[in-house]
């Protein structure tokens, strides 16, 4: 079987129904030069068109087989050798350039084929290692490659080579990642802005443990107690279920507490102490407080409000009491209402002072102001912070007895005052 010329031709077949010798093609030269038909006889050949296709490339011809062209058994392309289109062993010799010329599915095209837009899926990826996602760590573009979890770390910038001891973390500090080191047992972290780390370990306050300590006699000022802890430098001393101040109401040397008495107070065998501590140094809260104590000596009425009321050129005195749990002083103001006539600029008003604690000499303390003028411009009928009576009583501490002489020095008008305002912190 001869076919001349095949190796530059190209031409196409299928389109009608396949004969069982024979598939018919369009050049009758080609038809004329097959010979020994005998050894195809019933079966179904494919002879290959033999016209010229200024397209075929040298050294190959395409062919396009069409849907007619069913259960084809062979396919004729040279003298030599039929292709066995059954044969599981590959192509034939020498037939390694047969081509379909249309593909569909997965890739598209002809000669040159191209991956269908959406067609590769995970399952059609290579089985990746364990372990690691495909990636591009390389800083410019390059291929897809199998990135180990160092390398993704790393590309990242989580930096977990910083981690060297169990309990470390990883923070970020005002301009990159860094280690936090761990803490020894029992610290806690808390937030430090001063900290590059913006945090530190810290010990924890554990629970308080509780004493209950009974006094021995009446009149005791002094007392221990019963089992000293761990670190006495820390304690919170209750008498009666009120908190007392350290330095205030007690002093404290190791495991003896020695009471200061303060505002009369002794020490009763009825009493209960209760001494809390805890292993840290106790930093105390203060609670703001405020008080208002009335005048002792009212005289007249302003509407509904009793008062003091003090002329011009009037003059009285107020008596009053600095409570117990009294640390430190805010503010202490004498409060009244002024007339039309004293509400005005630099009003001319004297004050002095005696005061002191029980046990103490009445006059244990002394002070007075007589330089200082007082505005108050537009007061007129209001309730108005009228002295600040602190100028007199710089020594103020919790359970003294105070009193105050304020005296008018021609102020054009009355005020009526209603008592003394105390804000303080315990």
């Known amino acids: 079987m001869a076919l001349t010329g095949i190796n530059s031709l190209a031409g196409s077949a299928g389109a009608g129904a396949p004969v069982s010798a024979l598939l018919e093609v369009a050049d009758i030269a080609a038809r004329d030069a097959i010979a020994a038909l005998d050894r195809f006889q019933g079966m179904r050949v494919l002879v290959l068109d033999a016209s010229a296709d200024v397209n075929v490339g040298s050294g190959r011809a395409f062919y396009q087989l069409g849907a007619g062209l069913t259960n ?26 047969l081509y379909n010329q249309t593909h569909t599915g997965d890739v598209t095209g002809s000669i040159l084929l191209t991956i269908a837009a959406n067609a590769v899926d995970n399952t059609k990826l290579a089985n990746m290692p364990a372990l690691t996602i495909k990636g591009n760590n390389t800083g410019g573009p390059a291929d897809p490659i199998d990135l180990t979890v160092a390398e993704v770390n790393a590309l990242l910038g989580t930096a977990p080579a910083l981690l060297t001891t169990k309990g470390d973390l990883l923070v970020h500090n005002v301009t990159t990642e860094a280690r936090f080191p761990v803490g020894t047992d029992g610290q806690v972290i808390v937030a430090d802005s001063a900290s590059a780390e913006g945090m530190k370990w810290e010990s924890a306050i554990p629970n308080p443990v509780i004493q209950v300590v009974t006094i021995a006699m009446d009149g005791n000022t002094s007392f221990f107690i019963t089992s000293q802890p761990t670190s006495p430098a820390a304690f919170d001393v209750y008498l009666n279920g009120q908190l007392r101040l350290r330095g205030l109401d007690y002093t404290q040397t190791a495991s003896l507490f020695t009471w200061l008495d303060p505002g009369g107070v002794t020490l009763k ?45 009037g003059s009285q005195r107020f008596t009053f009491h600095i409570p117990n749990d009294f640390a430190s002083l805010t503010s202490i103001k004498l409060i009244g209402i002024p007339s039309a006539g004293a509400a005005g600029a630099a009003k001319d ?42 100028v007199v009583l710089s020594s103020l501490a919790a359970g003294q007895f105070i009193g105050v002489f304020v005296d008018h020095n021609g102020i054009g008008g009355a005020i009526d005052y209603l008592g003394v305002k105390i804000v303080y912190k315990t």
Do not use: C
């Open 72 to 97: 084809l058994d062979w396919l004729r392309i040279s003298e030599e050798e039929a292709m066995d289109l059954d044969d599981t062993d590959g192509l034939p010799q020498g037939a390694t350039n």
């Open 269 to 313: 065998t009825t009493d209960t102490l209760v001494l809390r501590w805890t292993d840290n140094a106790l930093i105390a809260s203060s609670v703001t407080k405020e008080i208002f104590i009335s005048g002792t000596d009212y005289s007249d009425n302003n509407g509904d409000y009793r008062v003091i009321a003090l002329s011009q050129n």
């Open 349 to 390: 008003i004297d004050l002095s002072s005696e005061y002191g604690a029980i046990g103490e000499a009445s006059n244990n303390f002394t002070e007075s102001e007589i330089a200082t003028t007082y505005d108050l411009t537009g007061t007129s009928g209001e309730i108005t912070e009228v002295l600040d009576l602190n």
